[in-house]
C-alpha cells in the first residue's frame, strides 16, 4: 500500500470505529430477543452452576459453543475490569466490527485495487444494520469477522497455494463454523470447482489439509459432545426447529395461523418438517415451489435486518440487493472474487432449507458491499472514459 492509501484507510477505520462507539453509547438499550436471553443465562448458568446448556437445566448441544464461549471470555474480561457484562460485550463488538470492514477493504483491493476497495470499505462502514448489531448479543459481529477471515484465505491459498495457506482457510472455517453452522459445507466447495474446471488432482494436498485443520478446530466439540452425549454431534441439536418454521409458507411468524412449532418436542421437529415438505410439494406444488424459490428469497433479501428508516431500506435494496447481486453474478468469472461470489450463492441456497428470516442473510452484506463495489466502479470508469474520448 502506498502511504496515501495507508492514511484513507486508517480515516475510514478511525471514523467507523468514533461512530460505532458513540452509537452504543447514546442508543436506547434494546429489549433482548429470545436468542439473547439464552446466551445471556447461559454464560451466567456457566459460571454459576458449571454446565453448557441452552435454555436447559442441564448439559446439551443445542447450539455450537463458538459464541457461548466468546461471551464467557468477555465476561471473564468485565470481572477483571469491573466493568459490566453487555457494555463490554458491545464495546468490543465494535472493535471486532471494524476489523470486519478492513477484511472488506482487503478483499475488494485484490480484484478491484483501490477504488473498489475504498467504496466496498464506505458502504460496509455506513451499512445502518452494522451499527444496531454491535448493540445486540447475538452471534453476526463475531461470526462475520471470522467469515470474512475465512473468504480472504480462500482467495489468498488459491492465488498462492501452499497446504499451509488452505490449513489456514480450514481453521477459520472451523471457528465460524462454532458460531454458525450454516456455512460448513461450503469448506470442499472452492476445491470441487477448482477440480471440475483444471481437472487437476494437486488441490487434494489443500483440500486435506483445509478438513484436517477444520477437523482440528472442531475435535474439542465432538469429544465433548460424545464424552457427554454418549453419540457424535457434527454441530448442534437445534436444526430441527429452523426447518420446522420454514414449512409455513408465507407465514413463519405465526401471523395468520395457529403455531406450527408448539406442543411439538425438539426430538420431533426436523422429522415433522420433512413429512410437511412432502405433503406440501404432493399437494400443493406451485405454492411450495414459490416458497422455497422467489418467496424465501424475497423474505431474506429484500429488507434490511431491524427497523430501519426508507433511505436504509432504499440503501439496502438497491445498493446491496439489486447491484450487488448483479456483482455476485459477474464475479463469479473473477479469479479472486468468484469464492465471496460462490458463498453468496451457497449461503442463500442453503438458507432457502430454513425459516427464512433477514437476520440469516445479514452476514453476507459485508460481501455484497464488495460485489456492488465492483460494478459501480466498472461503471463509474467507463462514464469517464466515455466523456474523456468524447472530449
Known sequence: MTKNEKIILTLILLLTLAARLYYIYTSPLLKFTHDEIGYYEMVLRFFEKGYFGYYSLGSNAYITPGYPVFLMGVYLLADLLNSGLL??????????SVGSVFLVYLIGRKSGGRPVATLAAVLAAIYPSSFMANNRILTEVLYIFLLLGYIYSVIIAFEKQGWARHALSGALMGLAVLVRPAVAPFLAVPFLVQFIARRDLKILPGLLAAILAFSVVMSPWWIRNYLAFDKFIVFATQTG?????????????DRFGPSIIKNVPRSQRANLAVERIKE???????LWTKWFTVGKFSYMWFKPWGMLTGWSKALHFWVFVVIGWTGVFVNLFDRYLRWPALMVIAVTLLQLLFIPIE?????????????????????GQKILDTVYLNR
Open 359 to 379: 437476520r440469516y442473510i445479514y452476514p453476507l452484506t459485508p460481501v455484497m458491499a464488495v460485489m456492488a463495489a465492483v460494478i459501480i466502479v466498472k461503471i
Open 241 to 253: 426447529d429452523p426447518v420446522l418454521r420454514g414449512t409455513d409458507p408465507y407465514d413463519v411468524y
Open 87 to 96: 457494555i463490554t460485550v458491545r464495546t468490543i463488538q465494535v472493535i471486532i
Open 280 to 286: 406440501g410439494f404432493k399437494n400443493d406444488p406451485v
